[in-house]
């Protein structure tokens, strides 16, 4: 479930975030959700993480539960 405090964020994550994300995805097997620990892991300073899950959201590219999307899975194979 989406966190309040993330739902206030509007998708306007920066595009070399999710391009990091989709490399880092490229490179390993699709997790079953993107956490947070994943994003620390790729780089993404925590204040930029609540937009980057806004965005991904937006972009139906992760549920409301942070589980990838068929979308995600497409873009990152």
Same mark, same amino acid.
């Given at each position: 479930?989406?966190?309040? +405090?993330?739902?206030l964020f509007? %998708?306007?994550? %920066?595009?070399?975030?999710?391009?990091? *994300?989709?490399? @880092? *995805?490229r490179r390993?097997?699709?997790? +079953?959700? /993107?956490? &947070?620990?994943l994003l620390?892991?790729?780089?993404? +300073?925590?204040?930029? /993480? %609540? @937009?980057?899950?806004?965005? *991904?959201?937006?972009?139906? *590219?992760?549920?409301?539960?942070?589980? %990838?999307?068929?979308?995600? &899975?497409?873009?990152?194979?």
């Amino acid at each position: 479930m989406v966190d309040e +405090s993330e739902a206030l964020f509007r %998708p306007y994550a %920066p595009p070399a975030n999710i391009q990091a *994300l989709f490399h @880092r *995805l490229r490179r390993m097997n699709m997790p +079953s959700g /993107i956490t &947070r620990d994943l994003l620390k892991s790729i780089g993404i +300073s925590e204040n930029i /993480i %609540p @937009r980057l899950f806004a965005t *991904l959201r937006f972009l139906g *590219l992760i549920t409301d539960k942070y589980e %990838p999307t068929d979308v995600l &899975r497409g873009l990152a194979g």
